[in-house]
């Protein structure tokens, strides 16, 4: 019997598979028209970037070019936000669809990464393979595809791939490939697969940990290591209610760890009146301990 997390990734599959036959990708034409001088930075994922509902995705999406014309923001939304508020000026781009992996992308729509991009942020399926679980074979080919197009169309593009968080799904449900074992393994686990894909994919410049710093919040009691235990008077949960996909508190860490490695400022810059935390009715006190825990998983203490 199927779960519902796969019968969701199924649905939503096809949904990316038909968006991508209605929708053509307009980049070169974005390309062209973009400011000189200012950096244009590309977004390329999923739900793990675009979010995986409506109050993720919609938000921030005036500041944010969608490729596929779905007026979306999520995680590129709220890093743009962030750029404002630091007084910078990016261009920013996503090539996102729901429940997809990196070789959809190289696939499906090749000419996205035919454009010069300055800078491209590249984020692979949950478990690197929807078919076999942290088997990293696809993702090593697609993504050299990918970083290999990137180069030939800007060779001074920088490329960052993302270093996802582990699914709380796969820790806590019997089924699950890290049950029984603590968080922070299935967290280890994660990074080092990461490690091991930018081992293998030389022309990614730099991996950004967003699951070690998921890790780390959790590990100074920022965020709950559960979020199956919903005992009253605990700390954040960093996934959504399907304990796969990112909470806003989630995506809110993962976008302060995206904005200081791809500007190189530090997260706490941005100070106790952030927008996007008020936006989504982030308690301060969690987001300014969370500002700390990027500056320090960015190395930034």
């Given at each position: 019997?199927?779960?519902?997390?796969?019968?969701?990734?199924i649905l939503t599959l096809l949904f990316g598979l038909l968006l991508s036959s209605a929708c053509t990708s307009d980049a070169a034409e974005v390309v062209d028209r973009r400011t000189p001088g200012v950096p244009a930075v590309l977004f390329v994922g999923n739900s793990f970037t675009q979010g995986s509902y409506a109050q993720i995705q919609r938000y921030g999406s005036a500041g944010v070019t969608d490729l596929n014309r779905q007026d979306t923001g999520g995680v590129p939304g709220m890093f743009k936000l962030f750029t404002?508020?630091?007084?910078?000026?990016?261009?920013?781009?996503?090539?996102?669809?729901?429940?997809?992996?990196?070789?959809?992308?190289?696939?499906?729509?090749?000419?996205?990464?035919?454009?010069?991009?300055?800078?491209?942020?590249i984020q692979e399926y949950s478990l690197l393979n929807a078919r076999s679980a942290m088997d990293s074979k696809i993702s090593i080919q697609s993504i050299n595809?990918?970083?290999?197009?990137?180069?030939?169309?800007?060779?001074?593009v920088t490329i960052h791939l993302m270093v996802n968080w582990a699914r709380a799904d796969q820790i806590f449900i019997p089924s699950g490939l890290w049950h029984g074992k603590p968080p922070a393994d299935a967290f280890d686990a994660?990074?080092?697969?990461?490690?091991?894909?930018?081992?293998?994919?030389?022309?990614?410049?730099?991996?950004?940990?967003?699951?070690?710093?998921?890790?780390?919040?959790?590990?100074?009691?920022?965020?709950?290591?559960?979020?199956?235990?919903t005992a009253r008077n605990q700390a954040v949960s960093l996934w959504t209610s399907d304990n796969v996909h990112a909470s806003p508190y989630g995506?809110?860490?993962?976008?302060?760890?995206?904005?200081?490695?791809?500007?190189?400022?530090?997260p706490r810059s941005l100070g106790e009146n952030e927008q996007v935390a008020r936006d989504f009715s982030l308690r301060p006190e969690?987001?300014?301990?969370?500002?700390?825990?990027?500056?320090?998983?960015?190395g930034l203490d």
């Open positions: 019997m199927m779960r519902a997390y796969d019968i969701r990734l404002q508020q630091a007084g910078l000026d990016y261009a920013v781009y996503q090539e996102t669809s729901l429940g997809v992996d990196l070789d959809w992308h190289a696939r499906i729509k090749p000419e996205v990464f035919q454009q010069p991009w300055d800078v491209v942020v595809s990918i970083t290999e197009a990137l180069k030939r169309a800007n060779p001074d994660m990074a080092t697969a990461f490690a091991d894909l930018k081992a293998r994919t030389p022309l990614v410049d730099r991996l950004i940990p967003v699951g070690p710093a998921w890790k780390n919040a959790i590990e100074q009691g920022v965020a709950r290591a559960n979020p199956y235990d995506h809110y860490l993962q976008t302060l760890v995206i904005f200081g490695a791809l500007t190189g400022q530090d969690v987001t300014q301990r969370m500002k700390a825990v990027a500056a320090e998983t960015l």
